[in-house]
Nanobody
Framework: QVQLVESGGGLVQAGGSLRLSCAAS????????MGWFRQAPGKEREFVAS????????GYAESVKGRFTISRDNARNTVALQMNSLKTDDTAVYYC????????????????????WGQGTQVTVSS
């Protein structure tokens, strides 16, 4: 079965950095758009970043643009989210997601375009 396993979350001070990773198995990774979403307590899940299968296109939420970078390694079936200049508002559970596509340049911002989700990893940014 398909599994998406996130790692790399933790506690960091504001201004610091974290790198999240997601390992995918049970799917043909090269046919899936990969994305990161987050959900803070009491808030709805929100889009963070997405990357096309070809790695040629990426998309970011305005709130993280310039601070976060998404990348993928199609040989290792992994996707990463490098988070720099973290703010307390970045505190949330971060989820990795995979969405099937046959368009090598597509990326998705909407959660309903994703077919599979990980269990999430907690990121806490302290002031």
């Amino acid at each position: 079965q398909v599994q998406l396993v996130e790692s790399g979350g933790g506690l960091v001070q504001a201004g610091g950095s974290l790198r999240l990773s997601c390992a995918a198995s049970g799917l043909t990774f090269g046919y899936f758009v990969m994305g990161w979403f987050r959900q803070a307590p009491g808030k709805e899940r929100e889009f963070v970043a997405s990357i096309s299968t070809s790695r040629s296109r990426t998309g970011y939420a305005e709130s993280v643009k310039g601070r976060f970078t998404i990348s993928r390694d199609n040989a290792r079936n992994t996707v990463a989210l490098q988070m720099n200049s973290l703010k307390t508002d970045d505190t949330a559970v971060y989820y990795c997601a995979a969405g099937r596509t046959y368009n090598a340049t597509a990326y998705y911002r909407e959660g309903n375009n994703y077919d599979y989700w990980g269990q999430g990893t907690q990121v806490t940014v302290s002031s």
